[in-house]
C-alpha cells in the first residue's frame, strides 16, 4: 500500500519545471499550480529549471522526492529520469526505458495496435527522406494510401505543436514544413471523426485493495476548429466537459483503453491517452502522455476534480506513490 499523506508533512519535494523545449511555457505554469496544491498539503516544495546548478543542488540538498513536469525531449523521453535514477532519488512518474517507448507515437501506436487496441493507420516520413524521394510523388501516395482527411504531426513532442488536421491534398505541403518545424520525423495518419477525449489514469495504491492503475472520468474537447496550442492553454477557444458526454458503455470501453494502455506500454504512477471515439463507439488510441499538463486548463486536473478526489488528494497519493516504490 501507499504511504499515508499524512507522512508528507516537513517532506522537502523537488518540482522541475521549465527547461529549453517549445513547452517551456506550459511546464512553468504546470510546475507552479503543483507546488502550490502540495504546499497546501504541509510539503516543502522547491521549484527548479533544467540547468547546470540542478545537478549540485539535488546532489546537496536530496530531496525526498522529485516531480519531473518538463514536457518534450529530456523531460519526456527518459534521459531525465536516467539521470535521476543513477542519483538514487526517488521521484513521481514512468521510468527511463517506458517513456522512451511513450514518447514515440510511432511504437507507442505499434504497441497498443499489437493487443487490440484500435489506432489510426499511418506512415512517418523523415525529412530527409521526404527531401530525397521528392515531396509531391511521397505526399501524392501518402494520400493515395490513406485518403483524407490526414492529421500531420511530429513523432515526438506535444501541445498540439506542429500538428495540422488535412482536408485537402493540396494542404498537405505546408502541414509538412510546419510539422518539420518542431521534428526532424513526421507521423501522418488517417483522421477518424468523432468526439475527442482525454482520459488520465492514476496509480498511486489509493484504490481499493491495491486494485492497480484507475481511469479518472474521461474530459471531452470542443474547440471551434483545430485543438492546436492556443486553444489548449488560452481559455475562450475551447469548451471542455469532464465526464464526457458519452454513452456510459462507451465511456467504460475508453476507460479501459486508456488503462490497458497504461499498463501495456509500463507506464507508473499517471498517464494520459488521447483518443477519438468514432461514431460507431470506438475509441481510437492517439497518443500517450507521461508527464500531462498540470496547468489551470489542463486535462488531468480537470479529470481529477470531476472525481471523488481532490487535487491535494491525488498529488499528495502519487508523492506518497514515489516515496514507497
Known amino acids: 500500500m501507499n504511504t499515508s499523506s499524512a507522512t508528507l508533512d516537513g517532506r522537502h519535494l523537488v518540482v522541475l519545471a521549465g527547461g529549453m523545449s517549445h513547452e517551456r511555457e506550459v511546464s512553468v505554469r504546470s510546475g507552479r499550480r503543483v507546488a502550490e496544491v502540495l504546499r497546501a498539503c504541509g510539503m516543502e516544495v522547491s521549484v527548479r529549471d533544467l540547468d547546470a546548478a540542478l545537478l549540485p543542488y539535488l546532489e546537496t540538498h536530496r530531496p525526498d522526492a522529485v516531480w519531473p513536469l518538463l514536457h518534450g525531449a529530456g523531460g519526456e523521453d527518459g534521459s531525465l ?162 465526464p464526457a458526454r458519452l454513452d456510459p458503455a462507451v465511456a467504460e470501453r475508453a476507460a479501459r483503453v486508456a488503462v490497458e494502455a497504461h499498463r501495456v506500454l509500463g507506464l507508473r504512477h499517471l498517464s494520459r491517452t488521447d483518443m477519438i471515439v468514432d461514431d460507431a463507439g470506438v475509441p481510437h488510441f492517439l497518443e500517450v502522455n507521461v508527464a500531462p499538463g498540470m496547468t489551470e486548463t489542463s486535462l488531468l486536473p480537470q479529470a481529477v476534480r470531476a472525481s471523488d478526489r481532490t487535487l491535494a488528494d491525488v498529488y499528495g497519493g502519487l508523492v506518497a506513490a514515489a516515496l514507497s516504490s
Not at 526505458?97 to 489510426?120: D, E, H, L, Q
Request: charged share 20%.
Open 81 to 242: 529520469r536516467d539521470v535521476l535514477d543513477a542519483l538514487g532519488l526517488p521521484y513521481v512518474g514512468t521510468g527511463p526505458g517506458a517513456s522512451r517507448v511513450a514518447w514515440s507515437k510511432t511504437i507507442a501506436k505499434g504497441a497498443v495496435a499489437a493487443v487490440g487496441i484500435s489506432t489510426p493507420d499511418f506512415v512517418t516520413l523523415p525529412q530527409t527522406l521526404f527531401r530525397e524521394l521528392g515531396a509531391r510523388a511521397v505526399l501524392d501516395r501518402v494520400v493515395a494510401r490513406l485518403g483524407l482527411p490526414l492529421v500531420v504531426k511530429p513523432t515526438h513532442g506535444g501541445s498540439a505543436l506542429g500538428v495540422t488536421l488535412v482536408r485537402r491534398a493540396e494542404e498537405l505541403p505546408r502541414a509538412m514544413v510546419e510539422c518539420f518545424a518542431y521534428g526532424s520525423v513526421a507521423l501522418i495518419e488517417r483522421a477518424v471523426v468523432g468526439t475527442e477525449i482525454a482520459v488520465s489514469v492514476i496509480d498511486d495504491g489509493a484504490g481499493p485493495s491495491d486494485a492497480g492503475p484507475r481511469a479518472l472520468p474521461a474530459v471531452e474537447i470542443v474547440t471551434d476548429g483545430s485543438y492546436d496550442y492556443d486553444a489548449r492553454y488560452n481559455p475562450g477557444r475551447t469548451e471542455y466537459f469532464s
